[in-house]
């Protein structure tokens, strides 16, 4: 069974808390990630932001969260921001959309992954509205970005609808800001420097 739900939320089975070099950044607050591992936020339909710098650990993070939900029986669905559009554009062309949405809305955490990476479309800043709207206070969302919070309008073609929009977002929200280095660069530097020590000896 929870297998078959890891498969159903799209993340990957080795993105969990335990896999996580929390060493390589100290700058991660540690204890806020562990207090959202407890998943108390599900529970309180509360939102989670999490921004930083590409190659810190946000999706990594955010798909360990999905993890410890899970392990609490608790229904998960991993997506990035362009999937999930594409996803609700593609439902409403084969005349699916409510259904579609229906799906997205309901599922206890949505995690929308990447958010703002590229601009959000018209009519698509309305589907992501209705979305975010349909979910306030009614189930938790998890929204991953690269862009600093006061950024995150500038990804919509509507100002006014992205007000609306991010004050349901920001409310009562647990707000996880990473920054620090690279995994993907920071970790291929350590290797390397641990291999021309062993050369070296």
Not at 23 to 33: E, G, L, S, Y
Not at 119 to 133: A, G, K, N, V
Request: positive net charge; aromatic residues 8%.
């Amino acid at each position: 069974k929870f297998k078959a739900r890891i498969k159903r939320a799209n993340i990957r089975g080795d993105k969990t808390l335990e896999n996580f070099d929390f060493d390589f950044n100290p700058k991660i607050n540690r204890a806020q990630i562990q207090e959202l591992a407890s998943c108390r936020f599900i529970k309180e339909k509360s939102p989670v932001l999490m921004v930083g710098p590409t190659g810190t650990g946000k999706s990594h993070i955010a798909q360990a969260l999905s993890h410890c939900a899970i392990r609490q029986g608790i229904d998960v669905l991993w997506l990035s921001q362009t999937k999930l559009l594409g996803e609700l554009q593609a439902a409403r062309a084969a005349g699916r959309y409510e259904k579609k949405f229906a799906e997205f809305a309901k599922i206890s955490l949505l995690i929308i992954d990447d958010f703002g990476l590229r601009p959000i479309r018209s009519p698509q800043d309305e589907d992501f509205h209705d979305l975010i709207s349909q979910r306030y206070e009614n189930a938790s969302t998890i929204v991953t970005s690269n862009l600093d919070f006061n950024e995150w309008g500038e990804a919509f073609p509507n100002r006014l609808l992205a007000a609306a929009t991010l004050d349901r977002l920001r409310h009562n929200a647990h707000r996880v800001i990473i920054n620090g280095p690279s995994f993907r660069g920071g970790h291929d530097d350590k290797l390397s420097k641990e291999t021309k020590g062993k050369n070296s000896t």
